[in-house]
Each structure stands twice: as C-alpha cells, then as structure tokens.
C-alpha cells in the first residue's frame, strides 16, 4: 500500500514539474538589480534559485561560527544527563552520598534542576542529612514548588517535626490544591501529630485521585480510623464520630475493632457487640472474630455458643479456634479450652494461642507446663524458637489436621477450596 502511495506521489510531482515548466518557458520573467551603478539582469526562476544558494551558504558560515560553543553545550548538557542517571542509579542502590554529589552536578542543566535537585534532597535526608536536605528543597523550590513542599513535609516528619509538617501543607489543603503524595504526607504527619481530624479529611481526596493502590490505601485508611477512635476522649464523643464516618469507613474491619473495642471500655458493651456480630454477619474477618471473644460483658455463655455455631461454616479458622479457647478459660471449660487451643496451634501457631494455653494449665494448678507454654508465646512474639510440650501433657485423641469443606459457587457449582 505504501509503495502505491510513493508510486503516486511521484506522478502528481512529475506532472506539476512538467506543467511548471512549460508555463515558466513561456514567460521567465525579468529581474533588475541596480545599486550605485552596478546593475545585474536576470530571469525570475535564476534570481530565485540566487536567493537560495545564498541563503544555504549564509547558514553554513553561521553553523561553522557557531559549532565551536554548541559543541561545548552538547558536551555539558550530555554529562548532566549521565550525572541525572547514575545518581539516580546510586539513590536505589542506597549510594546516598554518590547519588547527592552526582544529583547536584546533573542540577546545573536548567531542564533538569528541579528533578535533581529534588533527588539530592531525598538522598540527603535518607543519609541523615536533614539540614542539607532542607537548604537543597530551598533551591528546587524555585523551580519545582509543589513537589519540594511535599518532600519538605516528608522531610520534617522523617525528622520528628510532623507539625511543622502539618502546618506547611495546611494552606494548599483547606483549599483543595494539594497533591496525591501531599494529602498522603498531610495524613501520615497529622497521624503522628496527634491531629485524627485532618489526617481523615486526607483520605478522601487520596482515595479519589487513585495514586494508592488498593492494599496500601486500605492499610493507611485503617490506620487512621483505629487511630481517631481510640483518641476519642468520652462515649459521647466515641458515638458521634462513630456516626458521622461514611458507611464505607464504619465496616472496616480495623475501624470496628477499634470502636468495639473504645465502646467497651466505657461499658457500652451492647453496641460493641451489635457492630461486631453485625460485621461477622456480612463478611467473615479473623481479626472481628477475635474482638468478639476478647470483650467483656456478663453474657459469655450466649456468645460461646453462638460462636461454636460458626465452626460449621469455619471449621479451620484459626482465629475462631482461639477466641473459642479464651472464652472457655474464661468459664474455667478446661478440656474444651484445651482442645481449641490446640488444634489453632496446629493450623497456624500464634503467640496469644500459646499464651491462651498457659492460662488453661495455669488454672489446672499445673505450674511448670504454664511457665513453658508463656515462654513459647515469648519466643514465638520474639521469632524465635519454640519448645514442644511433653506428650503426656497434649491431648492424644485430638484430631489437629484442616477439615475438608465443600466450597460452591453463586450457582451452585462444587469447587476446590483455596
């Protein structure tokens, strides 16, 4: 297709060039150049092909005048640009001093000073260098503000200063003009400055322009709940930003925990466990199933059983396995307590498994297999190794290995477990 296109070209030029000619032939047309009594005559066609020549020649003196100074500024503007890579390279590589020495010689080409010298200033504040940082972020704030604002603030709450942070991004924030890492800095720093309202008011903006994944979004939007609720100072105060949270926000399951939690340590024990059970209803979470157990509250024995009726559906859960292991340490149900226990340390060993079990041989008067087994949730806490009780101390009939579970679709079809 491409040589058909060519192939046409080339005769629609030919035809023009032969209509040209004939209609140049015709008439050539007359130049006369007089100037101080020199005079030149010529034809239109050879005045114009004059004006050519001269202006390609004119052009060549002025590429050979000035070849000598471009040649210098290719030179410069191709170091600054392997200067720029290499300390970059060096940043990744944690070559901190290498990166902020090669960063600042690649800042001396205008087009790449702000990106550079925005370099230098996180390899100097990863080297420690926080008061160069800072002086680097005031050169790069003449050329890049927006982003050496943003790692400025980075850099004060890296350096334990998160309200000064929180001050320098507060002005671009109440008026929407933040961007994505500066609503991320602003929330992160008002988390560690104790400011829980800004910090939230961060997660909307963040969450809209995307620039978090999934995961690491929910991470910090969890952070920041758990963080505003157990700030909360009284029950009335508790309740009404309970209230006020979008209804996404109120069934994290982090955020349920934390309100469960707060609720019930000051005695609203009722509405802990409404939130609780009401969020086990809709979605199954190990981390809700342990507050279920973990929570006070004069009703015990109801809860055991509602929570033994979930080993049905969840016969190799972990975490319903140890919370089932507390609440019957909690009615002094040894045997059964043991059992639980047991078999959530087969399926997935934990350090509150182990420190659940010294509870249970602690309350059985048996001394030394409750000093081992606290040692164990110790080492398991530290990452370190565990010492197996005695067999005569473990349960002989209990069966520890994952009970199959048939699995089906929406419609009805078996499938394969994960």
Known sequence: MKLWRWILLLVIAAALAAFGWHWVAEDPGYVLVQLRGWQ??????????ILLLAWALISAVWFAVRWPFGALTRRHRKLSRKKMSEGLLALMEGRHGEAERDLHRASRLDVLRGPALLAAAEAASRRGENSRALA???????VAPRAARVLRARVLRREGRPGEAVNLL??????????PGGWRELALASLAAGDTRRARQALEP???SGALGARSFAALEAQVLNASLRNAPDAAALNTLWSQLPKAQRRVPAAIDAYARKAASFGMMLPAMDEVESALRREWSPLLIETYGSLGGEDIEARLRRAESWLDAHPNDAALLLTLGRMCVRQQLWGKATQYLERSLALSPSSGAWEALGDVHAGQGDAALAQRCYRN??????GEAIEPLPQGARSTRLDTRPIAVEERSEHGVPRLPE
């Open 206 to 208: 963040l969450q809209k």
């Open 136 to 142: 680097t972020l005031d050169e790069a704030a003449q």
């Open 377 to 382: 949730a110790l080492a398991l806490a530290r």
């Open 40 to 49: 030149a005559e010529t034809t239109v066609v050879a005045a114009a092909v």
């Open 170 to 179: 507060a002005a671009d924030a109440d008026a929407g003009n933040l961007t």
